[in-house]
């Protein structure tokens, strides 16, 4: 039944970002509001059902970013808009920011991998959707950039050492604050 659940999360999503996006001239500044109006939809058509099964945002995260891999768009960059939109969504829909943030960044890194693209750029590029995401519906932008900053490592440190060291050097020199979140965690 979960999986059931996901794989309708995921496929929902794709098809929603793909409707939004087709025909789109300007790709890169449409898929915050494409993700996060999917998402919301998403949201009220699943109900409560959704919040005691799964890590949503993780499955809305890899569902947007099949569907603008589809028309050709997937990039360290769309991880942005990606991520922006699905945090944004899930909080406008009134879920806590922490989950939405770990889930988002963290199936963000995890994606940026299997898809071959750059994981420290693209755990830069997480790390500032989650944060813009959150700033755009009024949340804490402090404790935003330290659960997704920390979560960016954690997912790194799952795929392996090298990935690690990547994503910690990129977000030291790519995220305000993050060179201080890192020295704070490691004390």
Do not use: C, Y
Request: proline share 1%; charged share 20%.
């Amino acid at each position: 039944m979960v999986f059931s659940l996901i794989s309708r999360l995921v496929n929902g999503v794709k098809g929603g970002v793909v409707g939004g996006l087709k025909g789109t001239a300007d790709i890169a500044s449409s898929i915050i509001n494409v993700v996060k109006n999917t998402t919301v939809t998403t949201l009220k058509e699943t109900g409560g059902f959704v919040k005691e099964a799964i890590d949503v945002p993780a499955s809305l995260v890899k569902g947007a970013l099949t569907g603008v891999g589809e028309i050709g768009a997937t990039t360290v960059k769309s991880l942005k808009g990606v991520v922006n939109g699905v945090v944004q969504g899930f909080m406008e829909s009134g879920w806590e920011q922490k989950p939405a943030i770990q889930g988002a960044v963290g199936q963000a890194i995890h994606s940026a991998k299997e898809l071959g693209l750059d994981i420290g750029e693209a755990a830069v590029s997480s790390v500032m959707g989650a944060v813009n995401g959150v700033k755009q519906v009024g949340g804490d932008t402090v404790s935003a950039t330290k659960t997704a900053v920390i979560t960016a490592l954690a997912t790194a440190k799952e795929i392996s050492g090298d990935a690690f060291n990547s994503v910690e050097e990129s977000l030291s020199a790519g995220v305000e604050g993050a060179k201080e979140i890192i020295e704070e965690i490691k004390n």
